[in-house]
Nanobody, 118 residues
Framework: QVQLVESGGGVVQPGESLTLSCVAS????????ISWYRQALGKERELVAS????????NYADAVKDRFTILKDNVKRTAYLQMNNLKPEDTAVYYC???????????WGQGTQVTVSS
């Protein structure tokens, strides 16, 4: 099976931190760039962060810059999104996406809910 399995979401207070995980199987993970997206209720899915397959290029949305960090571990076949100083506006379903640098083929995770509320 080709899949990305996400975990780590939950309900937290403003200012707290969460780390999301995305475990890959069924494809050559080391040759894939990774992106994290999020979709809040009533809004379109938006790109949060991305990195190349080698980890040499990182990009973050302005709303999360300096608070979120995207990571990729090819040995563990896992991508991460470290989220610090969470804000209520970060509340959304978060999805990981893997894109092959060779073929452009794309795989999506199932999504994990992050809720930031006092």
């Amino acid at each position: 099976q080709v899949q990305l399995v996400e975990s780590g979401g939950g309900v937290v207070q403003p200012g707290e931190s969460l780390t999301l995980s995305c475990v890959a199987s069924g494809f050559a993970f080391s040759f894939y760039g990774i992106s994290w997206y999020r979709q809040a209720l009533g809004k379109e899915r938006e790109l949060v962060a991305s990195m190349t397959a080698t980890g040499g290029t990182l990009n973050y949305a302005d709303a999360v810059k300096d608070r979120f960090t995207i990571l990729k571990d090819n040995v563990k076949r896992t991508a991460y999104l470290q989220m610090n100083n969470l804000k209520p506006e970060d509340t959304a379903v978060y999805y990981c996406k893997a894109v092959s640098i060779r073929t452009g083929s794309t795989h999506w995770g199932q999504g994990t809910q992050v809720t930031v509320s006092s």
